[in-house]
């Protein structure tokens, strides 16, 4: 559109919730139309009265569920005793404890020798670091990424992402990146790490050395792909072998999604650098960490900074979440427990519904379906909606129901919203 083209005297309907003011590029409010008003537990309520069982927890951000008491306490204590709210990277008590807690319940007991940088709030922003990090380190430009990968929509998180639609929204060229196949990819079976070991080996692939691979062990945005735990070795062998910084990004899969706190814990690997937000404030607070091997921290001070990365009314719920949740195994086991029972129905649900191409993939409690024929995704969701479940779509063309429901969810609730899917697969295939 030519800028003449833009009209700023055209006429707009007002409407009473305001939505005529918000950009065109919203999402959600248009897959959900309804105005949200509380939210408890695994539910929320719209402001007309009507209660919504939540697959969806924030795209992973409430894995411990909305308005958790255990999070909500402290905060509300914290603050009404006047605790710093806002303090870019000063010591204040609240990352003092967040610290202590992070290092004593999170890295030692895995031997983890990280350090950790507190980036800008969003997953795209402990992406950011990660990349620009890995590429200070070694001093090269590529990184490696996989198909059907998401980072996040800043330009160096765009650039190692694969969504097509997403990629051309960056209005310039992304480059130094390469793009191999992830596990799993593709009708032909070309393996991505074959591939990469052949590149990386022969000095006349013409490939350069890259600074950095990175990888989710689970692609959520991606359609809920899954790399095996052998797959995720074999990555993390070759990235030692060629000195390359391997980069897991955990921002969906990680604070306990799969069942460990982080993703990889399932592979036996360790790697050099770990994206984390989403849920490790635990209460839907914005927060990110960048975690690195201590070697790796070659940043000068000041060098990677941004306004808002010590929020410390995240720092106070995340430090509860991580005490509550974290300091035994319970969470990790009841994860497993509820996921065992996610799969047996899904796995009925896509006997039930092969003339529809129905597939299950998943681990922990980070599960998709996919479907076949076009549309097919999009419907269940909105029949899921209808009938009081919020779930979204994920995958390339919007080909996969992908289910996050909180980790805290009761039996209960979890057999009302299986059946509710069930209930809207039925009517969407149907249909
Ligand atoms: C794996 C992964 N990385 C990065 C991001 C980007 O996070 P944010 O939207 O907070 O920037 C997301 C968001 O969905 C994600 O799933």
């Known amino acids: 559109m030519a800028r003449s083209d833009v009209s700023f005297t055209r006429p707009v309907t007002v409407v009473a919730d305001g939505s005529e003011l918000e950009s065109e590029v919203r999402s959600y409010s248009r897959a959900w139309p309804t105005t949200f008003a509380t939210a408890g537990g695994d539910r929320l309520r719209s402001a007309d009265g009507k209660s919504y069982l939540d697959f969806f927890t924030g795209a992973g951000a409430l894995n411990y569920g909305h308005d958790n008491p255990a999070l909500r306490e402290p905060l509300v204590e914290y603050l009404t005793g006047g605790g710093l709210v806002h303090s870019l990277d000063m010591m204040t008590e609240a990352k003092a404890a967040f610290l202590r807690v992070l290092r004593d319940i999170v890295l030692a007991p895995r031997g983890l020798d990280y350090r950790v940088q507190f980036t800008g709030p969003t997953g795209a922003n402990s992406v950011e670091a990660a990349l620009k990090l890995a590429r200070k380190v070694t001093g090269r430009h590529t990184a490696v990424a996989f198909t059907r990968s998401f980072h996040g929509m800043s330009l160096g998180a765009l650039a190692v992402t694969a969504n097509s ?36 080996a022969d000095p006349g692939s013409g490939v350069d050395m890259p600074a950095g691979v990175i990888v989710e062990t689970v692609q959520g945005e991606g359609g809920v792909n899954t790399a095996s735990a ?75 900074n941004g306004t808002f990365r010590g929020s410390n009314p995240a720092f106070v719920t995340a430090t509860a979440a991580l005490r509550e949740y974290w300091s035994d195994e319970r969470l ?28 299950h993939r998943g681990r922990g409690l980070f599960h998709g379906v996919e479907f076949a024929e076009p549309g097919l995704a999009a419907n269940v969701c909105r029949a899921a909606f209808d009938r009081g479940l919020l779930v979204e779509t994920s995958g390339p063309r919007d080909e996969v129901v992908k289910l996050l429901p909180s980790l805290l969810i009761s039996q209960e609730n979890l057999a009302e919203g299986l059946h509710i899917l069930d209930a809207a697969v039925a009517a969407a295939t149907a249909a």
């Open 165 to 200: 639609d997403k990629r051309a929204g960056a209005g310039v060229p992304l480059d130094h990146v390469l793009r191999l196949p992830y596990e799993g990819f593709g009708r032909h079976g070309v393996s991505g790490l074959d591939l990469l070991e052949d590149l990386l």
């Open 332 to 359: 990790r086991h009841s994860t497993e427990q509820k996921g065992a029972v996610v799969t047996d129905n899904l796995t009925t649900l896509c006997h039930r519904h092969v003339a529809a191409g129905a597939v």
């Open 230 to 304: 052998a797959w995720m070795r074999r990555l993390a062998s070759l990235c030692a072998r060629f000195e390359v910084v391997l980069i897991v990004d955990d921002i969906q899969a990680g604070c306990g999604r799969t069942g460990p706190f982080f993703s990889f814990e399932y592979a036996g690997i360790t790697p050099d650098i770990v994206c984390l937000s989403k849920s490790l404030s635990g209460f839907g607070l914005p927060m990110a960490i960048t975690l690195f091997r201590r070697e790796l921290d070659v940043w000068s001070p000041g060098e990677h």
